[in-house]
């Protein structure tokens, strides 16, 4: 028998329409623009590629897609970026939004330099807003070539997965399952948080029921392995950067953590060893944690001083 408190998070309708779309890059407002530039290029290895209007600083790793766009503003989400590489992904999207009554509208092109011709046509670009305010790009194929590089050492290798701080879940789960397209992973029992995928990855996009609507719980860079991670946490401490949570292992997703704060606040995680959904067809129920904190973290159940869960702590 369900207790009172249990929450079952559906998938409806669109559930699993997409299934090759990544995080691909995240606009954040920063108070100091200059600073925390400097700082993404000196931990993370992030190298400015454009000057954006208005005092901004589009950063990335060399070749390929921009990875952060840095505004001037008080600390704040501006918007986050997938890239739908699933085939007429994009146009099947447009529609779906539309469909459900969503404005959208076409994404500035200043954001596809760095995107490639999709059949022969022109990179292109949406924008809508989730049922929170918060901002989303969703556009075609981009260059990665700048990702995936092997010197693990003195970057991450990509830009993984953003979580979202919400007041309610599962309307932004009728909304980025039902409309957007993506699955239900994983999720805690009371309702108050989902992990989502799109790709092979568990999760590509979580959302954290903070009680808070609308902009960043926080976003996560993919390490290689375990072994990286004594020298990520030396590098982090030799750059007075305070490894604020972890070492520690996620029970959903199944994967390593450690966590710090950019200049702005921003929470920031490195994440390697994500269980990976080889198979989309497989028969699979989204699993129910309990919301205590060693579901949060496997590792006796420390978790961040903004982390909370229902049961436990
Ligand atoms: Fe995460």
Redesign the pocket.
């Known amino acids: 028998m369900s207790r009172p408190d249990r929450v079952i998070l559906d998938e409806p309708d669109a559930a699993g329409a997409l299934r090759r779309t990544a995080t691909s890059h995240i606009g954040l407002r920063v108070p100091d623009v200059a600073g925390t530039a400097e700082f993404y290029g000196r931990v993370l290895g992030l190298v400015p590629q454009a000057e954006l209007p208005g005092g901004g600083q589009r950063l990335g790793w060399g070749v390929g897609h921009h990875v952060v766009d840095l505004l001037p503003g008080p600390a704040g989400l501006d918007h986050i970026g997938f890239e739908v590489a699933d085939p007429d992904g994009l146009a099947a999207l447009e529609k779906r939004l539309r469909g459900a009554g969503h404005a959208v509208t076409e994404l500035d092109p200043a954001h596809l330099d760095d995107a490639l011709p999709v059949d022969g046509g022109q990179p292109r670009g949406l924008v809508c807003t989730d049922p929170d305010g918060n901002t989303v790009h969703f556009h075609t194929a981009v260059r990665r070539a700048g990702e995936h590089a092997a010197d693990t050492g003195r970057r991450p290798i990509k830009y993984q997965?953003v979580?979202l701080s919400t007041a309610d879940v599962p309307a932004m789960v009728a909304f980025y399952v039902g409309v957007v397209g993506f699955r239900i992973s994983d999720q805690l029992a009371d309702g108050r948080f989902a992990w989502l995928r799109s790709n092979r990855d568990h999760?590509t996009l979580?959302l954290a029921g903070t009680g808070r609507s609308g902009g960043l719980?926080?976003?996560?860079y993919d390490l290689a392995e375990w072994e990286d991670f004594k020298s990520w946490c030396d590098r982090l401490t030799e750059q007075d950067v305070d490894v604020a949570w972890g070492p520690g292992r996620?029970g959903p997703?199944n994967?390593l953590?450690v966590f710090f704060d950019d200049p702005a606040g921003n929470h920031v995680?490195l994440?390697a060893e994500m269980e990976k959904f080889h198979d989309d067809r497989v028969t699979y129920t989204p699993r129910r944690w309990d919301p205590v904190p060693t579901t949060i973290n496997l590792w006796g159940g420390q978790l961040a001083s903004w982390r909370r869960t229902s049961e436990g702590n």
């Open positions: 997965h979580t999760h979580a719980d926080h976003y996560s996620h997703g994967n953590f995680e994440s």
